[in-house]
């Protein structure tokens, strides 16, 4: 881990060894910013940093770029994603540049979903590079100052660099392995898929410790509260990464039998509290990704409740 004060706040909360929080914002299907706006003033004071997602599940919503910018006015530090679905080389560079010019310090690389599962399903995909490529071509323009052609960059960003990390896959040595390559690449920080088994996790993450990799890259344990049995049941039906266990997909049934949407809600809350308090005494777990999908309204509650509020101050020690 580099020695130079803390890029983010991020960093420096992780890097002062604090439980980071960080959260994920779904930006708009439109070009109003309102709803925005209304999720970073609600989330400011619960997180550390937020996520802006790039059109996720491949459907076209304002751009993670512009998001970042309308929160970060809001007080919100954010974490820029970036897929290599929509760009190549040429507008990928650009827009790095561009981020860190506007201020930006925070970057999440990704591969992105495939067009086919998207609104837009005749859209070429891009794929100049995939996520592993686009973080060691962060990486390198940060230690050597130079475009991916070489040609050298007057100002080159520096981003706290992270990359999302599945906790289920074939293999636990796989996942390991995929792991420790996406540090080799230059992953500072992960974020994991959604955890609902606290137990499988901690076996992987014994792994993880084992090899030493925590000591390389920070992760958080994705984390999120329910909102419906349709909801854990698509999950499971529809999104790689994600197993959500019978016996919790039956709580929220008798839930949402007794008391309709809101008590599903209330137990998918109180489902996610278990799995936080339960990877919070897992050996090599940094913090916790907070993916309240469209409920962003239950974060404070959800942090407050952890006992993970007040945020720790750590301005001090950032960058100018």
Same mark, same amino acid.
Request: aromatic share 6%.
């Given at each position: 881990m580099s020695t130079s004060p803390p890029r983010s706040r991020l960093e420096a909360v992780l890097r002062a060894g604090?439980?980071?929080?960080?959260?994920?914002?779904?930006?708009?299907?439109?070009?109003?910013?309102?709803?925005?706006?209304?999720?970073?003033?609600m989330v400011l004071p619960y997180?550390?940093?937020?996520?802006?997602?790039?059109?996720?599940?491949?459907?076209?919503?304002?751009s993670s770029f512009a998001c970042s910018l309308v929160v970060r006015g809001e007080g919100v530090e954010p974490v820029l994603q970036m897929t290599?679905?929509?760009?190549?080389?040429?507008?990928?560079?650009?827009?790095?540049?561009?981020?860190?010019?506007?201020?930006?310090?925070?970057?999440?690389? *990704?591969s992105g979903d495939?067009?086919?599962?998207?609104?837009?399903?005749?859209?070429?995909? %891009? &794929? +100049? @590079?995939?996520? #592993?490529?686009?973080?060691k071509m962060v990486r390198l323009m940060r230690e050597t100052g130079t475009l991916a052609n070489g040609k050298p960059i007057k100002e080159a960003p520096q981003f706290y660099l992270g990359a999302a990390f599945n906790p289920v896959s074939v293999s636990m040595d796989a996942m390991v392995r995929r *792991?420790?390559?996406?540090?080799?690449?230059?992953?500072?920080?992960?974020?994991?898929?959604? %955890? &609902? +088994? @606290?137990?499988? #996790?901690?076996?992987?993450?014994?792994?993880?410790?084992?090899?030493?990799?925590?000591?390389?890259?920070?992760?958080?344990a994705g984390v999120a509260p329910l909102k419906s049995v349709r909801m854990a049941e698509y999950m499971n039906a529809h999104v790689p990464g994600i197993v959500v266990p019978p016996h919790l997909i039956e709580r929220l049934r008798v839930a949402e039998a007794a008391g309709g949407p809101e008590q599903a809600l209330a137990e998918g809350v109180n489902i996610c509290l278990e799995v936080i308090e339960g990877v919070r005494h897992i050996p090599g777990v940094?913090?916790?990704?907070?993916?309240?999908?469209?409920?962003?309204?239950?974060?404070?509650d959800i942090v407050t409740?952890?006992?993970?509020?007040?945020?720790?101050?750590?301005?001090?020690?950032?960058?100018?």
């Open positions: 604090h439980f980071a929080v960080t959260a994920e914002l779904t930006p708009p299907k439109s070009a109003v910013t309102q709803p925005l706006i209304d999720k970073a003033r997180v550390d940093a937020a996520n802006l997602t790039d059109c996720q599940t491949a459907v076209v919503r304002m290599c679905r929509d760009r190549n080389l040429i507008g990928i560079q650009a827009d790095l540049l561009g981020a860190w010019a506007l201020g930006l310090r925070n970057l999440l690389a *990704l495939s067009p086919r599962i998207g609104d837009h399903p005749e859209a070429r995909p %891009v &794929f +100049d @590079v995939n996520s #592993f490529k686009l973080l *792991l420790e390559k996406k540090a080799d690449k230059g992953a500072e920080f992960v974020q994991t898929q959604m %955890v &609902f +088994d @606290v137990e499988q #996790f901690d076996a992987l993450m014994r792994l993880v410790v084992a090899e030493g990799l925590h000591q390389r890259v920070k992760v958080l940094a913090g916790i990704h907070i993916m309240a999908v469209f409920c962003e309204e239950t974060v404070p409740r952890a006992g993970l509020y007040p945020r720790p101050h750590v301005e001090d020690f950032l960058l100018p």
